[in-house]
C-alpha cells in the first residue's frame, strides 16, 4: 500500500464527509469555522466534527482488531464479528441499557466473556488452540447470543426495545466529543500492545510448531493479543453497535493492497475508511431517511464474505 497516497484518500473522504449532510458547508464556510474555535459553528463543532472523528476511530478500532483475529488464527474467516466476539459485546450491551448501567461497561464484558468461552472452547490438551475448531464454536456462540438477544428485546418494552434496535443497527448519530475520547483512549491503549504484535503475527503465518521454533510463547502471547482485540471490539460495539462485517473485510482488502503482507496500519485505515463512507453515504443517498450505516457496511462486505468462501472451495486442501 502507497501510505502518502491512502492517507490522502482518506483525508479527502474525511473533509468530503465534514461537508456533506443536509445543509452542505463549503470549504470557506469550514475554514471559517475552523478560524473560529469552539464557540463557533454549532454544526461543524459540535455534530459533524466529533461525527467525523468519531468513525475515524471506531473504524480504525474495528479494522485494526480483525486483521489481528484473522493473522493469530490464520483464517479470513476468523473476525470479531463472524466468530461471535461481537455478537457477545451487542448482548452484552443491551443488557448493561435495560438494567440502567453502562453500555460500555456491558458491551465490554460480554465481549470478554465470549472470547473467553470461545478459546476455552476452542482448546485440546494435545494439540492446543485449533484455529477450525475456534470457528466453529465462535459461529454457534454468536448464533446463541443472538438468540438471547432476541429474548431480551421480545422481553423489554416497547421504547427500550426501540432504542436497543436503534444502536444494534450502527450508527455514528449518536457520536459526540465524549464518544470521540473515549474511542481514541481505546484505540490508543490497544494500539500499545496490538501493532507491536506486527512480527508475531507474521510468525504465525508459517504456522504453531515453527512460530514456537523461533521461540514464541504462543500460549501466552495469543491470548493476550485475541483479548485486547476482542476488548477494543467491543468499546467500538459500545460507541456505534454493530457496524457488520467493517471487521471482517478491513484486512483482506488491506493485504491485497500490499501483496500479502500482514499490515495492521493498513487494516486500520481500510476499516476508517469503510466506516467514514458508510456514515457519508447515509448523509448523501438518503438524507432524509438517515438509515444506520451498519446497512452500508453490511452492503459492502456481504458479497465480499461471498468472494472469501468461494476463494476457499476453490483452494486446495
Known sequence: MRAPLAAFALISLA?????????WLTPEQIWVAVQEGPQGDVLFWHLRLPRVLGGLGIGAGLGLAGAVFQSLLRNPLASPDIVGVSQGAALGGVAAQLAGVATLLGAGLGGF??????????MSRSAGLDPRRLILYGIGTGITCSAAL??????????AAGQAMAWLAGSLNG??????????????????????STRTLDRLEFGDDTARGWGLALHLSRPALALSAALLVSAMVALAGTLS?????????????TKGRVTLIGA?????????????????????????????????????LVVILKASFKSPR
Open 268 to 304: 486500520a485505515a481500510v476499516g476508517a475508511t469503510l466506516v467514514t463512507l458508510a456514515d457519508l453515504a447515509t448523509r448523501v443517498l438518503a438524507p432524509s431517511a438517515l438509515l444506520p450505516a451498519g446497512i452500508y457496511t453490511s452492503l459492502i462486505g456481504a458479497p465480499w
Open 245 to 257: 462485517f467493517v471487521a471482517f473485510i478491513s484486512g483482506p482488502i488491506a493485504r491485497s493492497l
Open 175 to 196: 457520536i459526540g466529543w465524549p464518544e470521540v475520547q473515549i474511542a481514541t483512549l481505546a484505540l490508543g491503549l490497544a494500539g500499545v500492545v496490538l501493532l507491536p
Open 113 to 122: 466473556l465470549a472470547t473467553v468461552l470461545i478459546f476455552a472452547l476452542s
Open 150 to 159: 432476541s429474548i431480551l428485546l421480545i422481553r423489554a418494552g416497547d421504547a
Open 15 to 23: 473533509l468530503i464527509s465534514l461537508s456533506a449532510g443536509r445543509l
